[in-house]
């Protein structure tokens, strides 16, 4: 058996004909979870799994299976490869994309080459990573992992108002599979940086072999809506300007602080939305990371301290409602170390680094040991229509990938 490559032109021409399908009238990329969007794209998904030879299967959260299992290999804990197909609002075309259709490149690739691995190996297209749509962010695989009770999930209500079960329903993506009904030997994630740091530093593979925590809040601040031509200053009750206050103290304390942690106001929404009546209520989210789980604790009870002086300078009221809140990840060393010498064996710079993103991978890590690679993102772009990776670093990441499973395929996890 020789060890080959991936089908550098086979998956790059499937990562652009994917990235063409949900495009909205403005061109933008938006394949939001259970969508008629996402439905094309996982409809799309699953012709290249069946045209791969491999048994698709869907569980109850719409996560979706390839699985190769050759005739012969025990049914053993697989291998599980993927990551997910959705997409946030104008979003690059290689975000989740990338790492599922390259896992499905991997398998046929070793299913070309004559491969007798010794346990199933499985790539996934996990539901509502990005959490556009519904929060929290992963989670079918957090679903998957556990993490969440699949009814509660599947109970949520979208920023739309559709419920997400109904829509799996709708879309045909409500599988009948108990989400955990195949519990990985491992899983490995390939995905793009989404930030600066590989490009930086001029070098084409991360080892990831950990992941920032993340807190998400929506934040409600009511006040009077009132004439913004007749009302003093000191007496309004001014919800907008009290939201706004927020956005500067996070980005404040963010940049005086000399750590990793970073906050992000993504969603801002006020009412009457009225250019002549002061805002009786803004609701905005509060997107909060660190990679060390006591300053984020620290960071949320410094926005929680605020928020109380804030509702007194302000004579405003505020309520707070969590969304997802997710503790750092640590991935496999083993893994990581496989990742690091397949790097190293096709001649690679690698460098060991912290996921800023988060990753399906960090749910699975709760069930499996599980790592990541990275790949460079041009200016470090992403949730952007100019997310860019060069093919030869896409091409390099889908060998990498593939010699890291072959490895495993063989010889299981190191000891
Ligand atoms: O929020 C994230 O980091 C991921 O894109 N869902
Ligand atoms: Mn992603
Ligand atoms: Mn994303």
């Known amino acids: 058996m020789t060890a080959r490559s991936i089908d550098a032109a086979r998956l790059l021409w499937r990562i652009r004909t994917l990235g063409e399908i949900g495009r909205d009238s403005d061109g933008r990329l938006v394949r939001l979870a259970a969508s008629d969007a996402e439905k094309l794209g996982r409809d799309q998904f699953v012709v290249w799994i069946e045209d791969a030879g491999l048994a698709v299967a869907v569980d109850r959260i719409g996560n979706i299976f390839g699985i190769w299992k050759p005739d012969g290999v025990a049914d053993e804990a697989p291998l599980l490869l993927g990551s997910h197909i959705d997409t946030v609002i104008g979003a690059g075309i290689y975000d989740g994309c990338y790492g599922a259709l390259s896992g499905l490149e991997v398998i046929e690739t070793l299913k070309a080459e004559g491969l007798a691995p010794s346990r199933p190996i499985v790539v996934a297209a996990f539901t509502n990573e990005e959490g556009a749509r519904y929060a929290p962010d992963m989670m079918g695989s957090l679903v998957y992992a556990g993490g969440l009770d699949v009814d509660a999930a599947l109970a949520t ?69 009132n004439h913004a031509g007749t009302t003093p200053i000191s007496m309004r009750r001014d919800a907008g300007h009290a939201a706004a206050r927020v956005v500067i103290f996070l980005r404040e304390r963010a940049k005086a602080s000399n750590t990793p942690t970073v906050a992000t106001v ?28 006591d300053r984020l604790r620290e960071e949320e009870t410094a926005l929680t301290n605020f928020l109380e002086i804030l509702s007194t300078e302000e004579q405003v009221g505020i309520s707070v409602e969590r969304l997802a809140r997710f503790e750092p990840v640590k991935f496999d060393q083993g893994i990581v170390g496989l990742i690091e010498k397949a790097a190293r064996d096709r001649g690679l710079a690698c460098r060991r680094m912290t996921s800023g993103a988060g990753h399906d991978a960090q749910m699975i890590a709760r069930i499996a040991p599980s790592a990541m690679i990275f790949v460079p993102s041009i200016g470090g772009i992403s949730h952007n229509p100019r997310e860019y990776t060069a093919d030869e670093d896409l091409v390099a990441g889908a060998n990498i990938l593939l010699d890291v499973v072959r490895q495993l395929a063989k010889e299981g996890l190191p000891a």
Do not use: K
């Open 157 to 225: 209500i979208g920023t739309d108002g559709t419920i997400l079960g109904q829509e799996l329903e709708r879309i045909g993506y409500a599988g009948e599979h108990e989400p955990g009904f195949l519990r990985p030997h491992a899983y490995i994630e390939l995905h793009i940086e989404q930030g600066p740091v590989l490009e930086r530093e001029g070098i084409p593979v991360g080892a990831v072999e950990d992941l920032q925590g993340i807190s998400w809040q929506r934040v409600t601040i009511t006040g009077d809506a």
């Open 266 to 293: 993504g969603c801002m929404r006020f009412e009457p939305d009225v250019i002549n009546v002061i805002p009786s209520r803004a609701t905005f989210t509060v997107d909060l990371r660190d990679p060390d789980e």
